[in-house]
């Protein structure tokens, strides 16, 4: 059974950095890639961050880049986002998914929400900045 359990949410002022962890189960870790998402409430669901699991491929929204790092550990089979420099913008829940690897192509191509969409999720974790 395919399984991703997000987690590392909180509270933090305008300007911190919180790390999330997307812990995953159930598939071969190298044969996929992740993907971090976020909804804040009222808005659509939108794409934050993904990386490609077997070469560390990645892919970054322009509203995070240089702000978010996304990383990969493949001997614990997990996922991290390093949120730095955190602005209110970015208060939403985050959620992780994954997409097998060989789809990488249609995910720089489409974007990643329109191929994860299809795919595994997980439960999400919230993120508040307070400003």
């Known amino acids: 059974e395919v399984q991703l359990q997000a987690s590392g949410g909180g509270l933090v002022q305008a300007g911190g950095s919180l790390r999330l962890s997307c812990a995953t189960s159930?598939?071969?870790?190298?044969?996929?890639?992740i993907g971090w998402f976020r909804q804040a409430p009222g808005k659509e669901r939108e794409e934050v961050s993904c990386?490609?699991?077997?070469?560390?491929?990645?892919w970054y929204r322009d509203s995070v880049e240089g702000r978010f790092t996304i990383s990969s550990d493949k001997s614990a089979n997990t996922v991290y986002l390093q949120m730095d420099s955190l602005k209110s913008e970015d208060t939403a829940v985050y959620y992780c998914?994954?997409?097998?690897?060989?789809?990488?192509?249609?995910?720089?191509?489409?974007?990643?929400?329109?191929?994860?969409?299809?795919?595994?999720w997980g439960q999400g974790t919230q993120v508040t900045v307070s400003s």
């Open positions: 998914a994954a997409a097998p690897g060989s789809s990488w192509s249609l995910v720089k191509a489409l974007g990643p929400l329109k191929v994860f969409k299809l795919t595994y």
């Open positions: 159930g598939f071969t870790f190298g044969d996929y890639a």
């Open positions: 990386i490609k699991n077997d070469d560390g491929d990645t």
